[in-house]
C-alpha cells in the first residue's frame, strides 16, 4: 500500500539524497534535527510534498515522478524518486 503523501527531504540529508519519507517519519526526522539546532523552524508545510496517482507514480501538481522503496541501510518507509 503507499502513503496518500510523502515528504521531500532531500534539502535536508546529510549526503544530499533523494529521499521522501510518509508524514509521521518525516515529522519525526525534523524533530531529530531541531534536538541539534533549536533555533531551526523547517516544518512539514515547508517541505515538498509529493501525492499518489496510481502504483508507484506520484506528482507534486506539475511533474511526475516513479517512486522507490530504498532498502538497507536506509529504514523501512524511505522512498527515492525520479522524473518520468
Same mark, same amino acid.
Given at each position: 500500500?503507499?502513503?496518500?503523501?510523502?515528504?521531500?527531504?532531500?534539502?535536508?540529508?546529510?549526503?544530499?539524497?533523494?529521499?521522501?519519507?510518509?508524514?509521521?517519519?518525516? #515529522?519525526?526526522?525534523?524533530?531529530?534535527? /531541531?534536538?541539534?539546532? $533549536?533555533?531551526?523552524?523547517? +516544518?512539514?508545510?515547508?517541505? =515538498?510534498?509529493?501525492?499518489?496517482?496510481?502504483?508507484?507514480?506520484?506528482?507534486?501538481? #506539475?511533474?511526475?515522478?516513479?517512486?522507490? /522503496?530504498?532498502?538497507? $541501510?536506509?529504514?523501512?518507509? +524511505?522512498?527515492?524518486?525520479? =522524473?518520468?
Amino acid at each position: 500500500m503507499w502513503p496518500k503523501v510523502l515528504y521531500d527531504v532531500s534539502e535536508h540529508t546529510a549526503l544530499g539524497e533523494r529521499m521522501l519519507l510518509p508524514k509521521r517519519q518525516a #515529522k519525526k526526522g525534523l524533530a531529530s534535527l /531541531r534536538k541539534w539546532d $533549536p533555533d531551526w523552524k523547517v +516544518t512539514l508545510d515547508d517541505l =515538498p510534498r509529493f501525492y499518489h496517482v496510481q502504483g508507484p507514480i506520484y506528482t507534486d501538481g #506539475k511533474n511526475y515522478y516513479r517512486v522507490a /522503496r530504498l532498502g538497507y $541501510p536506509y529504514d523501512p518507509g +524511505t522512498y527515492t524518486f525520479e =522524473p518520468l
